[in-house]
Nanobody
Framework: QVQLAESGGGVVQAGGTLRLSCAAS????????MGWFRQVPGKEREFVAS????????LYADSVKGRFTISRDNAKNTVYLQMSSLKPEDTAVYYC????????????????????WGQGTQVTVSS
């Protein structure tokens, strides 16, 4: 069982920056894929970004492309989401997710493709 713990959420003004972190428990396997989704009340969970095991391949939602950067440190079993130029519409609970894989360059953009999820961290962007 993989356990994921997000941190780094908070309240920030529009135009500001935040960095989210997600640490995976030691019971991880390689290669694996990690990603971030977000959700607001009354809406479905929305894909934000995904990163391959190697870190060289990434995928972003159009709404965050150019503003968010996903990265990972495999030695620490941690994935990061650097968020800049934040907008009020980025306000949501952000969830980290994980799945095992067989390729080092895979990434995925649908929630059903991930097997494990964190508890979420709230990000609020004030206007």
């Amino acid at each position: 069982q993989v356990q994921l713990a997000e941190s780094g959420g908070g309240v920030v003004q529009a135009g500001g920056t935040l960095r989210l972190s997600c640490a995976a428990s030691r019971r991880t396997f390689s290669p694996n894929v990690m990603g971030w989704f977000r959700q607001v009340p009354g809406k479905e969970r929305e894909f934000v970004a995904s990163v391959s095991w190697s870190g060289a391949s990434t995928l972003y939602a159009d709404s965050v492309k150019g503003r968010f950067t996903i990265s990972r440190d495999n030695a620490k079993n941690t994935v990061y989401l650097q968020m800049s130029s934040l907008k009020p519409e980025d306000t949501a609970v952000y969830y980290c997710c994980y799945r095992n894989d067989v390729y080092s360059e895979s990434y995925y953009s649908t929630a059903a493709e991930y097997d494990y999820w964190g508890q979420g961290t709230q990000v609020t962007v004030s206007s």
